[in-house]
Nanobody, 124 residues
Framework: QVQVVESGGGLVQAGDSLNLSCTTS????????MAWFRQAPGKEREGVSF????????IYADSVKGRFTVSRDNNKHTLHLQMNNLQPEDSAMYYC?????????????????WGQGTQVTISL
């Protein structure tokens, strides 16, 4: 059974950092793309970052460039999202997705496997 599980969310103050983790199971090797998305209440799910299979390429949304960094440990089937200088507008449920169907990475419909999400809340 293929699974994606996120962890690492929490409540922090503006300017603080968090490191989210996404662990996959049931997928063979590291030949699959992965992405982070987030969704705030009342808003659409938006793409945060894309990481190509085996980490060959990484793309960030403009809103997080320079603050968020993705790293991938293929041996441990884990994707990390280091988030620095967090701001209240970063508050959202963060989701990890795996296996794209070749569409635009920032569109949720591109992704076939989703985790349940981890909540990130930033206070002033």
């Amino acid at each position: 059974q293929v699974q994606v599980v996120e962890s690492g969310g929490g409540l922090v103050q503006a300017g603080d950092s968090l490191n989210l983790s996404c662990t996959t199971s049931g997928l063979t090797g590291a030949d699959y793309d992965m992405a982070w998305f987030r969704q705030a209440p009342g808003k659409e799910r938006e793409g945060v970052s894309f990481t190509g299979f085996r980490g060959w390429r990484t793309i960030y949304a403009d809103s997080v460039k320079g603050r968020f960094t993705v790293s991938r440990d293929n041996n441990k089937h884990t994707l990390h999202l280091q988030m620095n200088n967090l701001q209240p507008e970063d508050s959202a449920m963060y989701y990890c997705a795996a296996q794209s169907n070749g569409g635009h990475w920032y569109q949720p419909s591109t992704w076939e496997i989703w985790g349940q999400g981890t909540q990130v809340t930033i206070s002033l």
